[in-house]
């Protein structure tokens, strides 16, 4: 654990990544989720998740931004929980509740 001189913050970005995950769409499609790699904002972090939408015209991308707090990552670590099941309990109970007719789902803070 590498800590920084600025309020305690952790240098190192989360290395769990969804990407692979399967999740289900509110009409019950399935989603393919990809992620980049988490990167420092503010008081945590973020990524940026594709996922998979089926269409008429074939597949379509969906974007989403995870936002990770410290805090909540210190409390997912004092837990022993495993981050990447947690987040994608989260997303997909996200993607189920979202309208998917723009390509932008907007941000996802998980808890």
Known sequence: MIWTDEAGLRRDEPTWMLTGQMLLWQDGSPGHVGQGPFER??????ALVRISRSARGGSRWMTV??????SVREQWDNDGANPRQRAAAQLEAFVRLREWHTNDLGVLYLK
Do not use: V
């Not at 904002?41 to 973020?46: A, I, P, S, V």
């Not at 931004?65 to 410290?70: G, I, Y």
């Open 65 to 70: 931004r995870l936002r990770l707090d410290r």
């Open 41 to 46: 904002n503010g008081n945590g972090w973020e």
